[in-house]
């Protein structure tokens, strides 16, 4: 506790800290309101949704203020172990009394660094008494054992699945879009001359995955460039992105909820298209498009299952 300090620069600012340090069956033993892992009871709430550094006034805490603590123990999470309060009545409260944003900017910047420096005090505190070599053990331990318990859980699923062989390589059909975009890349590495585009780009993080060009020797820089949409079955969910500049969509198979004639609208945008499925002719794949009446340019839908299966003749197995 850190009763009736002044600010450096400011003496004539008051405030008072107060910073416990404890773990989470520690809290668990005085405040019942804390909801276990795979307890969503009403009214309770985690250790992160709580806990902390909470900036106060009139000795009530306002807002959480995790974010002016750099360097504490081992990790983010280590902010959960802090329940610390500090309060100064010089404090400027929004009108709702929800943040403290109308405080001078100075007086936030030397409370900052007063409670830094108690927390460097606070941390080498706990290293010197090894609490957080013992914590980084304990949490170590745990991430092992998660991991051993997800490479089984995986390796369960791995031998469920169906596989198929091109050469002397065995690869496994996908299940999410993350597989399907490791089995497009190995197949365009395959049989590149079967695909009338050229992926150069994938960042799911971004919005549509893969930015593509037309194949040409052309300098990169100097191409135009499109969007290229993957989905491990197309129509099996609301679709979520622009239609604008997408040329193709490339998926596992077509979801059993659409069929030739479907409307598809894009949640982003007041656009429809018109899903449509031509049947392949002479032992051809059949091949579908999104189209509309005011669109410059049909979107190809390419189903890796039909490529697989009818045009190449290879066969999906079970284990």
């Not at 902010?79 to 944003?101: D, E, P, S, V, W």
């Not at 979107?299 to 299952?305: A, P, T």
């Amino acid at each position: 506790m850190y009763a009736e300090q002044s600010l450096e620069t400011m003496p004539e600012v008051k405030y008072d800290v107060v910073i416990y340090f404890e773990g989470d069956e520690a809290k668990r033993a005085y405040n019942p309101m804390i909801r276990e892992r795979r307890n969503n009871s009403s009214g309770r709430y985690k250790v992160s949704d709580r806990y902390g550094l909470w900036s106060c006034k009139d000795f009530v805490p306002i807002q959480r203020i995790n974010e002016w603590i750099t360097s504490f123990g081992t990790g983010s999470n280590s902010y959960g172990l802090l329940h610390g309060f500090i309060n100064c009545q010089k404090l400027k409260l929004t009108a709702n009394r929800g943040t403290i944003a109308n405080t001078n900017a100075q007086i936030i910047s030397e409370l900052k660094k007063a409670v830094q420096d108690i927390i460097n005090e606070i941390n080498i505190d706990l290293y010197k008494h090894d609490v957080m070599t013992l914590r980084k053990w304990k949490e170590e331990a745990k991430t092992k054992k998660f991991e051993e318990a997800a490479f089984n859980k995986r390796r369960e699923l791995i031998t469920c699945k169906q596989y198929f062989v091109i050469g002397n390589r065995t690869f496994l059909v996908p299940r999410n879009e993350a597989e399907l975009y490791g089995i497009f890349i190995s197949l365009y590495t395959l049989y590149p001359d079967e695909f009338e585009f050229e992926p150069l780009d994938y960042d799911e993080s971004a919005g549509i995955d893969l930015l593509a060009r037309n194949k040409t020797g052309n300098k990169i820089a100097d191409c135009e460039f499109w969007y290229v949409e993957l989905k491990y079955q197309f129509g099996a969910t609301e679709f979520n992105h622009s239609f604008s500049n997408i040329r193709y969509i490339v998926c596992w198979e077509l979801s059993s909820k659409v069929k030739d004639g479907s409307l598809l609208k894009t949640s982003v945008e007041d656009e429809t298209r018109i899903l449509h499925i031509i049947p392949g002719i002479d032992g051809d794949i059949k091949k579908c498009y999104l189209d509309s009446d005011n669109a410059a340019i049909k979107i190809k839908v390419i189903c890796l299952k039909d490529y697989i299966t009818q045009k190449w003749g290879i066969t999906l197995l079970d284990q």
